[in-house]
């Protein structure tokens, strides 16, 4: 299956998720002789990744999301390692290419971060088949996501100012000087917040889904019509296949007092064979979540916000045109997988399985895949020489990028 330049994956795990009973008795629990504890995270492509231990192996590369409720283990390879006893397969429906797929349903996994974050017995679900290629689209070994069990007995301060969690048991936490106080509810183990949302100079009150493992801004469902001026997108991969729709700038969405202007949103394509669980109006994603620090207290059914250095920057996306991933054993070549019609390196020739081998004369082994991201979204009019392989041919395209939206 092609993986799409936006994972917003997170969205289309509910079916998957309520397949495996009694995710919502698992928590975490702070080791007895601490009061708190900080864990380092990475930002990659605007998830969260952080380490963790599963039955004293490891450590393994999870990212931390709010959209999914069950432990989902990505890397079949880890069946293996882990020595699963007491495992079952379960066959999840497929509703596009594929008929169906297949995971693995683990129980009584022992399970732990920064060695003082403890949950033991814990249930995960183990892909037979890593199609949605995490690793590559990171470019770094993604192994699962971890979700509702990590957020919902503990408050969980998400600072990215400085890269870190602070874990405390709810009522310890000290919340931020002049916190907004969002209220939430948690559905279905994940955490829904109502706002309201303008496009088309019309004001919509909208229940979304607060989603750190989605790298979109914003995304709405089951619109009316779109706002003027939008563009076709691939918006990343589901259990369907690829999740096809548009992007378009709203023109405000408020959290609290914060009045978030100038929006790229998601709409993805109305598509009848998939239905949430629980009916909302679209999602919150990290290109808006990262730009505040962030306290989830599920047990109070709260979300407090600051506002970091990165509130007022300009939401931009791609001015290329292109989705690529990391290809190679050490993930360290740059593959294009699509190229958008009419975009800028569509009017230059490059072609979906052309290899990227430097930018602007930098070979791509020495780039991370967020440092390529931004540069291909850095300024419209701003010129990239990219060296390109394809067919034992190598050749150098000047490329100028475009803003489409």
Known sequence: MPRGVRYSILLFLLTFVCCVPCAKAQHFDIARNKKRVYVPFKVVRSMIVIPLKINNKGPYNFILDTGVGLLLITDPLLVDSLNIANKRTIKIAGLGERENYE??????????????????????????????????????????????????????????????LLVMKPGSM??????????????????????????????????????????????????????????????????????????????????????????????????????????????????????????FDYQNNAMYLKPNAAFKETFEHDMSGLSYHAGGKKF????????????????????????????????????SLQQVDDLLKSKDGRTVLLEIHRDKITDMVLLTLKRRI
Not at 132 to 146: D, T, V
Not at 207 to 232: F, M, R, W, Y
Not at 274 to 293: A, E, N, Q
Not at 344 to 364: C, R, T, W
């Open 332 to 367: 360290d070549r740059l593959i294009i997988e699509k190229v958008d019609v009419g975009s800028a390196a569509y009017e230059m020739g490059i072609q979906e399985d052309d290899e990227i081998l430097s930018i602007n004369f930098k070979p791509v082994n020495k780039m």
């Open 103 to 164: 995971a693995i349903v683990a129980p009584l996994l022992n399970v732990t971060v920064q060695g003082s974050l403890e949950s033991s017995n814990i249930s995960a679900a183990i892909l037979k088949d890593d199609f949605f290629g995490l690793s590559g689209y990171a470019g770094m070994p993604i192994h699962g996501l971890l979700g509702y069990a990590f957020f919902n007995k503990l408050a969980v301060k998400v600072s990215f100012t400085d890269s870190t």
């Open 174 to 295: 000290r919340i931020f000087r002049k916190a907004e106080k969002i209220p939430l509810t948690i559905e279905d183990g994940k955490p829904y917040m109502t706002t309201n949302v303008t496009s088309n100079g019309m004001e919509k009150t909208s229940k979304l889904l607060i989603d750190l493992g989605a790298g979109h801004p914003l995304s709405l469902e089951n619109v009316d019509s779109l706002p003027q001026k939008s563009i076709t997108a691939n918006l990343g991969v589901g259990l369907n296949g690829l999740i096809d729709g548009h992007l378009a700038r709203v023109n405000s969405m408020a959290i609290g007092k914060y009045s978030i202007k100038n929006i790229i949103a998601s709409f993805p394509a109305d598509d009848p064979s998939f239905k949430t669980s629980i009916p909302r109006d679209g999602s919150v994603g990290m290109g808006v979540l990262k730009r505040f620090d962030i306290i």
